[in-house]
């Protein structure tokens, strides 16, 4: 009879060791897919912002097998499902942009975040970029008085939207003539005023956007609002350009944005800005994804970035674009 030694570890078989490597890949396979996903059940909208994080995962689990020889089925589906996420940084790197020239139009959008950010932060921010129209989300009525004390009055001095409390309050600020369009506050919805630009080079309409975050309770509502956005971005006419800004509260990775969007070019992919990332800024948790976003319909992009500005959890994001005359 042979008696094992004290201690000695027994190694899982190699059938153990297929089965797990199996069970791992079809568990990356399946978060990949959340992609795909439309829905705004079991908290699916929250593991799709972090897609990003799943697709490093999807490719690092496929590399390892790859190293370890892992000659299995689980090695071609693992590879197969890292393709995804590959193919798809592989495409927000291509640019498509025009050159810059005189009359072009810079939009930003800035989260307050309940109104805390930095006012003159901000304001030097605008002034730095020759920001044309600011579309100010969650800007309180306290936050509205402290930015007219920063001078972002004489930057920008046309206005539509309201300060409100909380984070209700949304504004598009513009160094050209405003004409409001839509300016209804709907009790518990997040404000999202419609305004017309009237910029030297021509007229472009801008939509401040801000629906619910899709967390907890709010996740339906959210679903709801994104296929109102998109209801309402169709019923706008196609022969004077639009822009939309604000925080989303969603990504790419998320299908209700997709096809809220559909039609629309973002700038920072038009601008092969990569892997961009707006929230959660100065957290504990690194930024991880998109959620604050310019897009554009009838012109062209010529550039496009980000900044941040103390006391917000949001990234600034900004783009320059060519409204046709």
């Known amino acids: 009879m042979t008696v094992r030694q004290a201690g000695t570890v027994r190694r899982p078989s190699a059938r153990t060791r297929r089965l797990a ?19 705004h059940r079991f908290q699916v909208p929250v593991l799709q912002a972090a897609f990003p994080v799943v697709g490093a995962l999807a490719v690092g689990w496929a590399a390892l097998l790859l190293a370890l020889r892992h000659r299995t089925a689980a090695t071609v589906l693992a590879v197969l499902a ?15 942009t025009v050159p810059a020239r005189p009359g072009d139009q810079v939009v930003m959008s800035a989260n307050l975040q309940y109104g805390r950010a930095d006012p003159a932060a901000l304001v030097t921010l605008v002034r730095q970029q020759r920001v044309d129209v600011l579309v100010l989300v969650e800007v309180t009525p306290d936050a509205a008085a402290a930015l007219r004390r920063a001078g972002l009055d004489r930057l920008l001095p046309q206005s539509a939207g309201s300060p409100r409390t909380g984070a209700d309050g949304t504004m598009i600020r513009s160094r050209h003539p405003l004409q409001t369009l ?32 899709p967390a907890g309770e709010l996740v339906a509502g959210w679903h709801r609002q994104l296929r109102d956005l998109g209801r309402w971005v169709r019923a706008q006419p196609t022969d004077e350009p639009l822009v939309l800004a604000g925080d989303f509260n969603s990504s790419s990775a ?12 973002d700038a920072h992919g038009a601008a092969g800005k990569g ?9 504990r948790v690194p930024p991880f994804v998109q959620i604050d976003h310019v897009l554009q319909r009838g012109g062209r992009v010529v550039d496009a970035g980000s900044a941040t500005v103390p006391d917000t959890d949001h990234a600034v994001v900004w783009a320059r674009l060519r409204v046709p005359g």
């Open 254 to 265: 998320h299908p209700a944005f997709r096809e809220a969007t559909a039609g629309l070019t």
């Open 82 to 96: 890292a393709l995804v996420p590959l193919l798809l940084a592989g495409g927000s790197l291509r640019s498509d």
């Open 182 to 213: 839509e300016n209804a506050q709907v009790p518990g919805l997040f404000g999202s005023p419609v305004a017309r630009v009237r910029a030297p080079s021509g007229t472009y309409v801008v939509k401040g956007v801000h629906p619910y975050p």
């Open 275 to 283: 892997w961009v990332r707006t929230w959660p800024v100065g957290q």
């Open 21 to 39: 490597a199996a069970g791992l890949t079809v568990l990356v396979g399946l978060l990949v897919s959340t992609r795909w996903w439309d829905t």
